[in-house]
Every structure is written in C-alpha cells, then in structure tokens.
C-alpha cells in the first residue's frame, strides 16, 4: 500500500490550476524569484497528486529559480516536494534522491519543519523496502520535532506512516491504534479532508487481518463521500473493494471495482496501484476461466511491476542510501575531532586552573582544618566541663541524701540500741536497707556514665532472650516493688530475641523499672511488655503511677537539664538513669521515648535490632 508523505488537496481543482497556469505565464517574465516561488508553490499545491508529472516539472523549475536566488529553504522545500511526486508516480530511486538532498539542505540551515517533512519522507522509501524498523525510527525523530514546534498535522502523518509500518510487520492492532491516534490529532485541529486517507488505511488492516466487514465499512466512507475527490485514494478504497468482493468469490462485482480503480490510478500516474490492480484483475479473470483476460491483465501487471522495481533502481536506492549513511558518519567524525580539539584546549585550561585552585583550597583548608579543630577542642572541653558539673552537682546533693539517712540511723542505734524494740529495730534496717540501695544504684549509673565518657564502655552485642533478661533484672528490684505492694508483670513472650548488648540493655531496663516502681503507688501494678516491628523490637515499659505534666516531659533524656522528682513515698533519685539509659539505647541503633498522663500512669519504650 502507498504511503503517506503529508496532506493532499481534496481533489485536482482544475479550474483553479488553470487560473494559477494563466498567472504563471503572464508573471514570469517579469516577477521577481520570490514572487515566481509564491505563484508556483500555489500551482503545485492545486495541481496535486492527480498531475504528478506537470508537478514534478514545476517543482524542478522552482528549485531552479530557488538556486540561482541563493534562497536554501526553498531548494530544500522543493526539493522534498519534488521527491514527493516521484514517490507518487512509482519512482522510488529519484523521490529518495530528492527527499535526502532536501534533508540535508534542511539541516543545514537549521530549519526544523522541513527536517521533520524531510525524516518522514525518508520513511517513506524506507518502508517500502521492507525496513520498518529504520522507518519508524526516522518517523519517531520527526514527530519529536513536531512536538517542539507544534506541527500537529505532520505529527499526524507520521503517527499514520508509523502503523503503516506496523502492518507491514503484521502488528496489527497496534497500527490501527496508530491510525485511531492519527485521527484524534487531524480532528483536534479541525482538519476534514486527510481523515479520508486514514480510513483506506483502515480498511487495508482490517483486510490484512481477515475482518471483510469491517474492512468494507472504511473503504464505503471514502468511495461513498461526493465531497471527496481524490482519485489516488478513491482508487486504492476500490481496490480494497474488489479484493473484498474477489474473497467472497462475487468476482464480477470484484472485475466492476477493479477496472474503476485501474482506470483512477492510470489518470494519477500510480505505478504501484497499476500493478496492483492488474495482479487483482488477472486473478478474477482467471477464477470465471475468461483465461485471455486474465492473461492480458498477467501481462499488465508484468510491465508496471518491472517498470516500478528493477535491479537499476534497487541499486540506485541502495546506493544513495549507503552514501548518505557515509555523510552522515564524516560529518559525525568531523564534529567530534572539532570536539576533541575544543576538548583539549578546554582540559588545558581546567588542568591549569584546576592547579592554582588546589593550591588555594589546600591553603584555605589548612587554615579551616586549624580553625575547626580549635573551636571542637573547645566545644568539647566546655562539654566535659558541663558533664563534669553536672555530676558534681548530683553527687554533691543527691549521694547526700541516703548517706545522711544511714549515718543518722546507725547514730540512733549506737546510741540508743537497748532502748529500741526489735519491731524498731528492723523498721530502721528497713529503712537503712532502702537508702543503701538508691545510694548503689546512684553509684551504678555514674559509674556507667563515666565509663561511656572515656571510652572504657564495651559493647558486645549478641542474640538476647528478652524475656529471661527481663526476669533477670526484676529479681534484683522485686524487693522494691514489694515494699509498695506493687504487682510487676514480665509479658514479654518467650520467642522474642533481639540483637544487643546484655550489659547495656540491663541498664536500661533497670533504670526504666526503677523508675516506675518509684512514682506508682502503693498497690499499683508495672507491665513490661515487646513487639516486634518489621526491623526491631520495641519493649514498654507501663505503669499505673502519677504520670508525668506536659511542661516536664522535654526534660527528661537530657544531661543539660537533669530533672527529678520525688516518687509516691518521697524515694529519691538523680534523674541520670533516664539520660543513662538514653546514651546506651541510642548506641544499639535504636529510639527511646515516653508516652503519658498525669493521674493515669506512663508508658516508656525503646527499641533494639532484632
């Protein structure tokens, strides 16, 4: 099937064809070359693919007039018009000549519509020797261009030239969703007369693939239409007609299609329809057995197919696609060596400068590495000193606390021990008890602290069995929580494990219940409980305690403002176990943090690695 290059005019307006040829001859004597150029493009144009010889004369003319006036955009208009009717006419070898020398030119002077008509054009040819794959290439190419200057109906064209590719390769369906997109674009700008073209594209799909009705339903919408006049494309929807009927073995009705369509294509000049045609009627003749018809029409098709395909032109075509690949290839070489070049220089420069900046920036960095490491020395030295009155301050006030406690007791007993009862007596052990243990745990957490300060902290992370860990530690504080009747609950199954330090992660859990035993009442209950969530384990910490005001929660995890409170029964304590426990968790690769309410108790949780 013929291709499509762009939009034709509805039909042969001979009369005004004629009007314009009568302009022609009365002007061109005495116009200038622009004006020559403005009445002949108006000729050609009304001359359309119905006169493709007198067009192709004009064409030449005008790429004459077009050299001698030194005017490049239209040598390369003209040009690819010129290739355009050869291309009509069968001519393939001269139409590919024409269309690469108007690309070329095209490219030369940077025009990017003619580019984009010159890569459709050279589609075409392409197609027509069976390679698709470079067609739809060079269509691709042409369409990127139509988006960049907005010439939807080329970008139409090229849409259609790419499913008649497609079909070629027997992908079907997709060439026809080419061909509907092809459609929505003409409509978008109102174009009326080039849908025309895509309908006998249809039908010749829905003939390839064995859909008759359909196929006769497109071809009717062009043969049927009296507003459309043109006869190349009237005579390809007959053709399909004739081969729709020649299937159905209606091979009179067939012959009556065919001879019309013969009769169009020779009136175009088609040689490709010609033969076509007449391989179409050879075959209907000869199925009714009038064997000296089909003969004639056999010998027919034989003159048109050796005038439209021969060895020279299979040549010719080969040729000139060859050379123009090697132009293109020097041109490419030539460009990179001009790049190279610039390349070189440009490298030159930069290796140049390159140094000099080097030498600035090793300079400059010299004195910022100076500079930074001064003001870290002495950020850090402020932070030690920070820490270091920090715990200071806590072991002055809060090591105090219990110490003073046991010195008084153990006074009293020295001095009044006969004088106490035993119920007395083990009221002050009691108490001596109590005060020993928030001094050792005090103790515990700075010497923590310390040793995470100096570097003297390990950390051996292994496989850890939450629950057993747990339980380890709660035995160690149960006695805490029964002073105050307070039921601990270790919910943690058994399955869970996770990846940590066993050390650190004591320490946190330690000070975590601690804490929690020490602002929940008497009666209260402790929930100790873990998740796990896709990467990590997250282990809560919940009490039913006091809970803990909005305005203090920012307090809590930091060293700068080391904050504590009394618990239910006055305990005391430093407020260094919770920032304690956030320094080891953060060191494991996890989050700690607290959710609460004041009357309703607290949650804490942090996370680990499973």
């Known amino acids: 099937m013929l291709l499509l290059l762009c939009s034709t005019s509805a039909g042969y307006a001979q009369s005004a064809a004629d009007s314009l040829l009568i302009k022609w001859n009365n002007e061109k004597e005495t116009a200038t070359p622009q004006h020559k150029l403005e009445v002949l493009r108006d000729l050609i144009s009304n001359l359309g693919s119905t006169a493709s010889d007198s067009a192709v004369a004009f064409c030449n003319l005008a790429r004459m007039i077009a050299d001698e006036s030194g005017d490049s955009v239209n040598q390369a208009f003209f040009s690819i018009k010129e290739g355009w009717y050869h291309y009509v006419l069968g001519e393939y070898d001269l139409a590919l000549e024409h269309f690469l020398y108007g690309l070329d030119m095209s490219r030369k002077i940077g025009d990017k519509h003619l580019i984009a008509v010159g890569l459709n054009s050279v589609g075409l040819i392409n197609n027509m020797h069976n390679q698709e794959r470079q067609a739809i290439e060079n269509h691709r190419q042409s369409i990127a261009i139509c988006r960049e200057t907005g010439d939807t109906l080329l970008w139409a064209h090229n849409f259609h030239n790419i499913g008649l590719a497609l079909d070629n390769l027997k992908s079907y369906d997709t060439a026809l969703m080419y061909a509907d997109s092809s459609l929505m674009l003409l409509s978008m700008i109102g174009n009326t007369t080039d849908p025309f073209q895509i309908y006998v594209f249809k039908g010749w799909v829905y003939l390839n693939k064995g859909e008759l009705q359909k196929a006769e339903s497109e071809y009717n ?22 081969t729709i009927q020649m299937k159905r073995k209606n091979f009179d009705q067939a012959i009556d299609y065919g001879v019309k369509s013969l009769e169009l294509a020779r009136e175009v000049g088609a040689l490709w329809d010609l033969q076509e045609t007449a391989s ?50 020097l041109k490419l070489a030539q460009e990179n060596e001009i790049n190279e070049q610039r390349l070189k220089r440009k490298n030159f420069q930069l290796i140049v400068y390159t140094i000099g900046i080097a030498l600035l920036v090793l300079l400059a960095l010299a004195l910022y590495q100076k500079i930074v490491q001064k003001n870290r020395l002495n950020r850090k030295l402020g932070q030690i000193n920070a820490t270091k009155d920090t715990l200071f301050h806590i072991m002055a006030h809060d090591i105090k606390s219990p110490m003073s406690i046991m010195i008084s007791f ?6 009044g021990f006969d004088e106490f009862s035993k119920p007395e007596i083990l009221e002050i052990i009691k108490r001596l008890n109590k005060s020993s243990r928030e001094g050792m745990q005090l103790l515990e957490n700075l010497g923590d602290w310390a040793r995470s300060q100096t570097g003297k902290l390990t950390f051996a992370p292994q496989k850890l069995k939450l629950h057993k860990a747990v339980q380890e530690i709660l035995q160690l504080l149960i006695g805490n929580a029964n002073a105050k009747e307070i039921t601990v609950e270790n919910d943690i199954p058994g399955d869970i494990a996770c990846t940590a330090d066993p050390n650190m992660t004591a320490v946190i859990i330690r000070n975590l219940v601690s804490n929690a035993i020490k602002f929940t009442p008497e009666k209260g209950s402790i929930r100790i409980s873990a998740v796990s969530l896709d990467e990590v384990v997250r282990i809560s910490v919940t009490d039913t305690g006091v809970g803990i005001p909005p305005g203090d929660m920012d307090k809590l995890f930091n060293i700068e403002t080391t904050f504590s409170t009394p618990g239910t029964k006055q305990e005391k304590g430093s407020g260094i176990g919770l920032m304690l426990s956030k320094l080891f968790v953060t060191h494991q690769g996890g989050e700690i943090g607290v959710e609460s309410e004041p009357g309703k108790g607290s949650t804490f949780y942090f996370t680990l690695p499973l």
């Open 280 to 329: 179409l009627l050879a075959d209907c003749y000869a199925a009714k057995g009038d064997f000296k018809e089909a003969y004639a029409y056999q010998v027919l098709f034989k003159r048109y197919s050796d005038s439209l395909f021969n060895e020279t032109k299979e040549k010719q075509i080969n040729y000139l696609q060859l050379q123009h690949q090697e132009d293109e290839n």
């Open 410 to 415: 153990t006074e009293l007993l020295l001095e």
């Open 221 to 242: 919408r062009v043969t049927k239409n009296p507003a459309y006049q043109n006869k190349w494309e009237i005579s390809w929807a007959l053709w399909g007609l004739a």
